[in-house]
C-alpha cells in the first residue's frame, strides 16, 4: 500500500503540489483528475523521487519510508514510473527498452516471465521487438513506455496520462489491461484526462486544483457527481 | 473547389515495414480533414512526407500547384506549409517569445524588428500564452508547450496547417478552447488536415475524414460516415467510441 501524507512541490516561488495526501491499496486503481497545471504529474514525480516532496513529507510503501531514496532506489522498493512523454531510449529496440526495465534487482530473475505478461498486453510489441524504439509511432512507444515500467515488477504503478496518443481502440484496450494489472496485485495510480474511461475502470479517485487535493470519493460516485462531470467528463451525452 | 493539396501513389518504407502504401488522397482550400487510424497506421508519417522531414520513396505531393515530393522541409514551409509536432520541437534555449520570432523571421514573411516582436505576441495570445512570453519553453507544462508548438507553426503564416494530435490530453475545458481556436484558424482562410484521436474534436470540426490503416486509406468521406463504417470500426474504434 502507497501512503503519502504532506507532500509539497514548489518550483522557485511557485508552489505547484500543496500538501498532498492520499493513498493506493494493492489491488486498487486511483486516479487523479485535475486540470493541465493542476499539479498532477508533480505529484507523481515527487512520489517517484524526481522531484523533492518538500519538508515533513511523508511517501511510504508497505511502510517502508520513501522520501529521501533516489529514484532507482524507489523503483528497487517496487514504485515505478511512466512519466509524461515517454522518456524511452529512442536509439535502442523494443527488447532493449524492455530488458532495461528489468535492470531492478527485484526484477532480474523474473524478466521472461515479466516479458511474457508485458507481450501478452501489447501482441503489437511481439511484433516489434528488433525495432528501433524511435522509428515506431507515438502510441506505439507508449506501449514501450508502460511495458518497461511493468518489467521491472513493480508492487505500486504510477501512470501519467497513459492514454495519450492511444486510438478509441487502444486506449479501450489500455483501460482493460491496467484492470489485469489490478488483478495481479499491483496498485495503479493513474493521471487521466480521459476520466470517462478512467474513472470506469477505477476503484477511487482524487481531484486536484491549483496544487490541492480538493476532493475524493468512489470512482462510481465522482463519475455521477454534477460538478466532477462539469469539470472533467465534458458535455452530457 | 480547387485542390489545395493532392496526393498520389504517396509511399514509404522503413526497412522490412510498408508504413504508406500507394496513399492518394486531396485536400480542397478552405476544409478541416482529420486523418485517422490506429496506432502505428502511418498518419505521422503521412505529415512527415507532406512536410520534407521525410522523403518519399514514389509518389507526388502537388501543394498551390507546386510538386513538392522529396523537397527539403524549408522550402516547403516557404510555400505556405506549416506543421505541429506530436512531441513538441521547441528551441529550448530561447523564450517563448523568440521561439515564435524565429518562424516570423525566417519564414515566408520574413519579418524583423519591433513589427514582429507585436506579431509575435499576439500570436502568444491567440494561442493563450500571453503570460507566458518571456518563459522559457522547459518551464511551461506540457499542454502550454503545445500551444507554443502551434504559435510558431502559425508564425510561418501557413495556407496549409498540419495539427498532429495537438488537442490530445487537454480535459474538457481545454478541448472547448482548443477547438474554438482550430475553428477560428480555419474561419480566417486556412486550410488544416489534422492527425486526431479525440473523437468530440473530429466530429465537431471536420468536414472529412480520411481512415488510414497498415498505411492504406480504408475510408474516407463525413465524420458520421466513416465513424459507422465496419471496417473503422473493427480496425480503430473499437466498441467504444467514447475516447
Given at each position: 500500500m502507497l501512503e503519502v501524507k504532506g507532500l509539497s512541490v514548489q518550483y522557485g516561488k511557485h508552489r505547484?503540489?500543496?500538501?498532498a495526501a492520499l493513498s493506493v491499496a494493492t489491488s486498487e486503481i486511483v486516479v487523479i483528475l485535475g486540470a493541465?497545471?493542476?499539479g498532477k504529474s508533480s505529484l507523481l514525480k515527487a512520489v517517484a523521487g524526481l522531484q523533492p516532496p518538500g519538508t515533513g513529507a511523508r511517501v511510504a510503501l508497505d511502510d517502508r519510508e520513501?522520501?529521501?531514496?533516489?529514484p532507482h532506489q524507489i523503483v528497487e522498493a517496487g514504485l515505478a514510473l511512466v512519466p509524461e512523454g515517454r522518456?524511452?531510449?529512442?536509439?535502442?529496440?523494443v527488447r532493449e527498452n524492455l530488458l532495461l526495465g528489468a535492470f531492478a534487482r527485484r526484477a532480474r530473475a523474473d524478466e521472461a516471465n515479466n516479458r511474457h505478461r508485458v507481450l501478452a498486453l501489447f501482441p503489437r510489441l511481439a511484433e516489434r521487438?528488433?525495432?528501433?524504439?524511435?522509428?515506431?509511432?507515438g502510441g506505439e512507444q507508449q506501449m514501450v513506455a508502460i511495458g518497461r515500467a511493468l518489467m521491472s515488477a513493480p508492487k505500486m504503478l504510477l501512470l501519467d496520462e497513459?492514454?495519450?496518443?492511444?486510438s478509441p481502440l487502444l486506449s479501450s484496450e489500455l483501460f482493460r489491461a491496467l484492470g489485469r494489472i489490478r488483478q495481479d496485485g499491483i496498485g495503479v495510480l493513474l493521471v487521466e484526462q480521459n476520466a470517462r474511461k478512467s474513472l470506469a475502470i477505477a476503484d477511487r479517485g482524487y481531484l486536484i486544483e491549483n496544487g490541492r487535493i480538493v476532493g475524493a470519493g468512489r470512482a462510481a460516485e465522482l463519475a455521477s457527481d454534477p460538478a466532477v462531470q462539469r469539470a472533467y467528463l465534458g458535455g452530457a451525452r | 473547389m480547387s485542390a489545395l493539396l493532392e496526393v498520389t501513389n504517396l509511399s514509404r518504407r522503413f526497412g522490412g515495414l510498408?508504413?504508406?502504401?500507394a496513399l492518394g488522397f486531396s485536400v480542397a482550400a478552405g476544409e478541416i480533414v482529420g486523418l485517422l487510424g490506429p496506432n502505428g497506421s502511418g498518419k505521422t508519417t503521412v505529415l512527415n512526407l507532406l512536410s520534407g522531414v521525410l522523403r518519399p520513396d514514389s509518389g507526388t505531393v502537388a501543394f498551390r500547384g507546386h510538386a513538392?515530393?522529396?523537397?527539403?522541409a524549408h522550402r516547403i514551409a516557404r510555400l505556405g506549409m506549416a506543421r505541429t509536432f506530436q512531441l513538441v520541437r521547441p528551441l529550448?534555449?530561447?523564450s517563448c517569445r523568440d521561439n515564435v520570432l524565429t518562424g516570423l523571421a525566417?519564414?515566408?514573411?520574413?519579418a524583423w524588428g519591433t513589427a514582429a516582436r507585436t506579431d509575435a505576441d499576439a500570436l502568444l495570445d491567440r494561442v493563450g500564452l500571453g503570460r507566458a512570453?518571456?518563459?522559457?519553453?522547459?518551464?511551461?507544462?506540457y499542454i502550454d508547450q503545445k500551444r507554443l508548438e502551434l504559435a510558431r507553426a502559425l508564425a510561418l503564416d501557413p495556407e496549409l496547417l498540419l495539427l498532429d494530435e495537438?488537442?490530445?490530453?487537454?480535459n474538457p475545458t481545454e478541448l472547448e478552447e482548443g477547438i474554438g481556436l482550430i475553428r477560428g484558424l480555419s474561419g480566417q482562410g486556412i486550410t488544416i488536415l489534422l492527425v486526431e484521436h479525440v473523437m468530440d474534436a473530429i466530429r465537431s470540426l471536420c468536414h472529412r475524414c480520411l481512415v488510414m490503416n497498415t498505411g492504406r486509406l480504408i475510408a474516407s468521406g463525413l465524420p458520421t460516415e466513416v465513424l459507422a463504417d465496419a471496417e473503422v470500426i473493427r480496425a480503430y474504434l473499437g466498441d467504444e467510441t467514447d475516447a
Open positions: 505547484a503540489v500543496d500538501d493541465n497545471g493542476a520513501l522520501v529521501g531514496l533516489q522518456g524511452i531510449f529512442g536509439e535502442l529496440t521487438l528488433d525495432q528501433t524504439a524511435r522509428t515506431m509511432s497513459p492514454s495519450l496518443g492511444l | 510498408l508504413a504508406v502504401d513538392i515530393a522529396g523537397k527539403p529550448a534555449s530561447l525566417f519564414g515566408r514573411r520574413n512570453r518571456e518563459a522559457l519553453p522547459g518551464e511551461l507544462t495537438w488537442l490530445a490530453g487537454l
